[in-house]
C-alpha cells in the first residue's frame, strides 16, 4: 500500500528495499531476483548446510556450462596425492607493549 502511494522508505523493510533500490544500471530489481534473494535469506538461518546443497544443485542445473566444467574435473584421472596445501606459522608477540605478528 505505501509502495503504491509512494510513501514506502526503503529502510521500512527488506523487500521495499528490493523493490525501490536500483542496481549500478539504474534498473530494478526483477521479480525472480528478489524472490530468489528472498528465499536465500529464509533458508540461510535454517538448514544451512543442506540449504547450500539444495542451492549448489539448483544452480548446477540452471548454468550448464558450470556443471559440465565441475564434471570435467570430477571425472578426470584419480589421484593417491593428498591436495598441495602450503602452512605458514603465526605468532603475534608482545613487543614492548605493542603486538607485532611473526610469520615463517
Known amino acids: 500500500m505505501d509502495l503504491e502511494q509512494g510513501v514506502a522508505s526503503p529502510t521500512q ?32 538461518g535454517h538448514d544451512t548446510a543442506s540449504a547450500a546443497c539444495t542451492f549448489i544443485v539448483k544452480y548446477l542445473a540452471e548454468l550448464p556450462h558450470i556443471y559440465d566444467k565441475v564434471y570435467q574435473v570430477e571425472r578426470g584421472e584419480p589421484t593417491l596425492r593428498a591436495p598441495q596445501v602450503s602452512r605458514r606459522r603465526l605468532v603475534i608477540a608482545n613487543g614492548g607493549g605493542k603486538f607485532v605478528q611473526i610469520s615463517w
Not at 18 to 43: P, V
Open 13 to 44: 523493510d527488506i523487500l521495499s528495499h528490493m523493490l525501490l533500490t536500483r542496481n549500478e544500471n539504474g534498473e530494478f530489481l526483477n521479480e525472480l531476483k528478489i524472490a530468489d534473494k528472498i528465499l536465500g535469506l529464509l533458508i540461510g
